[in-house]
């Protein structure tokens, strides 16, 4: 069957390309279509012509009617082709999903590796069929019907890995990948649809995989695909106990040193509490230039507020770790939560203070469906919204007002899709990234330039937010001529600090790109260099890496392309003697993290829609909010925000870069720059475009 997954493509999409490589050790065809905003629709549309099932994932409950417009433009497009969905989102929501949105067909809960491979392999979708298939959601004669969840896979060496095709990522000139070394999470934070998700399966909710098999799949990148940068995705990679800890990553060590991976870069995300020295410092010997660290929160209060089970203690040690030995660090810091108050909020100001050093992002918390800060809210009657997007009232009613005023003025800086601080975010992970591959006193020079430049900005951003503060309070009520008027100099005050700032980032931008990308030739024209040996000569060590990674070593070589070399499946062979030309692009620019959810939506959320007549009125769920926590309990038997940030690739046209011998084609993107680990804050839900009356929802 051919199936096309659809989802983002801000980094590998490592959700979808499992997907993926499940699918063709079944014998299906896959192929994966970015949808990164609705204006992707087009593209998405035409890819899916050629293909007799449509994956949606619904990782992001922020980009809800996103997916559903697309869902409904396939099915008025071709209405017998079928659409499934799943994803974090789709798996916490799939009853309030099914019930209202007939151009869903149904959804597949929780990891669908499995699953989807079992949908694709019947041709004939009959109720009786459908029964059959664990973890599923569906319509059967009018009324939603439920199979038993599947149980989350221990084993997660027995699965394929993931499919490598399309352009190469390149990150400051330097190869890269992304990984999975675990899933689930140690964790049960109350904002967090990840464990919610997990708690709807039985099973180990945390699982890992042997460190020979991640070492396996490193060697291969490395040596067939040039890559010399792995970032880990795992929620997890470290435990609660050091012991364990040095005895995988020793294992992880050997196996790297077994298959010759030498100067590498690793970047990792833990939790306070499991940032260890002992275990640091061997990380940091086999090549750890970054940690995303989950802070979160720098007050008691906020910690409480989101079920945050850490302390502040634990999070100053492990800053100061990192700042110790030389590892570049991303926090983020959740400054409105539903009992914020002007007092937690200057604690999180001087929390970032004493560590202002570090790249970091601010946000509110959100509420996502199934979540127990969700059911919390609903049960206090603080929750208004629906299925698609919810808000909360704060306890502290003076915190609607400063909310809104650092929204509306720092939203270029703090907030927006590109925000200021998310953009020295990324160029942070460049930097130590152009510390550890290049060589050179200029290099150093720009390094340590660019880090006075984020301490500034970073002490810049607290002082402005301080002083929104100080006038919130000073000035409670916003329609105050006081306030209006003293609001409007900080506007145009903001405006010009703003511009000057982002002025500064994009002049790092360009001396980065000149530093690694522009040094081989593939920054500015777009056209691929010669590649001969007084070229290389003049390169960084990794540079062979990098045109390996791009395709273009042994360009007159013809060989099978091979999708997971580890089983030896093929997906058929590649021979071109296409050269590439000025006008084949090099490169599209690439910012963003997996887990980091789609900028805020503008348009309105929509009502949703009444039921198709064929689905019968036993279809329609109560979501009043007397009703809501049976729906939650119905739903949840058994993320979306911060943890699912996925990409996946285009595959027309595209050029499978992991053969050494394939050869780049006109018209295909041969690789991608990658903006740098940006772990994102999730963007505010505006459900104040949904009804606020709930019960007529």
């Known amino acids: 069957m051919r199936v096309l997954l659809v989802g983002p493509d801000l980094e590998e999409n490592l959700s979808l390309r499992y997907l993926a490589s499940s699918l063709r050790a079944a014998g299906h065809e896959p192929k994966i279509a970015a949808f990164d905003t609705a204006a992707d629709a087009p ?23 996103e997916f559903l417009a697309l869902a409904r433009d396939l099915k008025q497009e071709n209405p017998r082709q079928r659409v499934i969905a799943g994803g974090h989102y789709a798996s916490c929501a799939a009853s309030e999903l099914l019930a209202r949105h007939p151009e869903l067909d149904l959804i597949a809960v929780h990891e669908c590796e499995r699953t989807i491979a079992e949908i694709a392999s019947r041709p004939a979708w009959t109720e009786e069929e459908l029964a059959k298939i664990p973890g599923l959601v569906y319509r059967a004669q009018g009324k939603l019907a439920k199979t038993p969840p599947r149980e989350a896979l221990a084993d997660l060496d027995s699965l394929p890995w993931p499919d490598r095709s399309g352009p190469a990522r390149l990150m400051a000139g330097v190869p890269t990948a992304y990984m999975m070394g675990s899933r689930g999470c140690l964790s049960a934070c109350d904002y967090c649809c990840i464990s919610t998700m997990h708690r709807m399966v039985s099973g180990q909710r945390f699982r890992q995989r042997s460190p020979e098999n991640i070492g396996e799949e490193m060697a291969f990148l490395y040596h067939e695909r040039g890559v010399r940068q792995f970032i880990f995705h795992d929620d997890n990679f470290l435990v609660p106990q050091v012991e364990r800890n040095l005895e995988r990553i020793d294992a992880l060590d050997r196996a790297m040193r077994r298959h010759r991976l030498r100067r590498v870069a690793l970047a990792l995300k833990c939790r306070p509490a499991d940032a260890d020295r002992q275990v640091f410092l061997r990380l940091r ?94 049960a206090q009657s603080r929750a208004y919204g629906n299925y698609l997007a919810r808000e909360y009232a704060y306890t502290d009613p003076l915190i609607p007002h400063v909310w809104s005023s650092t929204w509306a003025l720092l939203s270029r800086r703090c907030f927006a899709p590109d925000h200021l601080l998310g953009q020295i975010v990324r160029l942070d992970h460049q930097a130590i990234v152009l510390q550890h591959f290049y060589d050179g006193r200029d290099v150093d020079a720009l390094v340590a330039d660019f880090a006075a430049f984020e301490l500034e900005a970073n002490r810049d951003t607290v002082a402005a937010i301080e002083e929104i503060f100080a006038l919130c309070e000073a000035h409670p009520d916003p329609e105050s001529a006081a306030f209006r008027a003293r609001y409007a100099e900080l506007r145009e005050r903001e405006e010009s600090r703003c511009d000057f700032l982002l002025r500064q980032a994009c002049a790092f931008r360009e001396a980065m790109q000149e530093h690694s990308l522009g040094v081989m030739g593939l ?19 990794h540079a ?17 392309l091979k999708s997971n070399p580890k089983d030896g499946a093929t997906d058929g062979t590649q021979a071109t003697d296409t050269k590439p030309v000025a006008d084949t692009p090099a490169f599209t620019d690439q910012g963003g993290m997996f887990e980091a959810p789609p900028p805020r939506l503008d348009a309105p959320v929509e009502s949703p829609a009444d039921l198709s007549p064929d689905l019968g009125p036993d279809l329609a769920l109560d979501t009043s909010p007397e009703a809501s926590a049976d729906v ?4 949840a038997d058994g993320r979306t925000g911060d943890a699912a940030r996925d990409a996946g690739t285009s595959e027309a046209g595209a050029l499978d870069v992991g053969n050494k011998d394939a050869k780049p084609v006109l018209d295909t993107v041969i690789f991608m720059d990658q903006g740098g680990m940006f772990e994102a804050p999730p963007p505010p839900m505006d459900a104040a475009v949904v009804k606020r009356d709930s019960s007529r929802d």
């Open 523 to 541: 920054a500015r024209s777009g056209r691929t260099p010669a590649v001969d040996r007084s070229f290389l000569e003049r390169l960084p060590r």
């Open 544 to 560: 062979a890496a990098v045109f390996l990674a791009v395709g273009l070593m042994n360009c007159d070589s013809k060989s099978s």
């Open 43 to 65: 593209a998405v549309l035409g890819a899916a012509a050629a293909a007799d099932l449509v994956g949606l994932s619904m990782c992001y409950q922020i980009r809800a009617a």
């Open 285 to 378: 010997e086999m090549g750890l230039l970054r940690v995303f660290l989950g802070i979160e929160s720098g007050s008691g209060a906020g910690l409480a507020s989101i079920g945050r089970r850490q302390t502040i203690e634990q999070e100053h040690q492990a800053l100061s770790l990192c700042e110790d030995l030389g590892i570049s660090t991303q926090y983020t810091i959740i400054m409105f939560h539903p009992e914020a108050t002007l007092r937690s909020l200057r604690e999180d100001l001087a929390f970032v203070t004493a560590h202002a050093g570090h790249p970091l992002s601010f946000c509110r918390a959100e509420i996502y469906t199934g979540t127990p800060l969700e059911q919390r809210m609903l």
């Open 632 to 635: 939650r309990t119905d739903t």
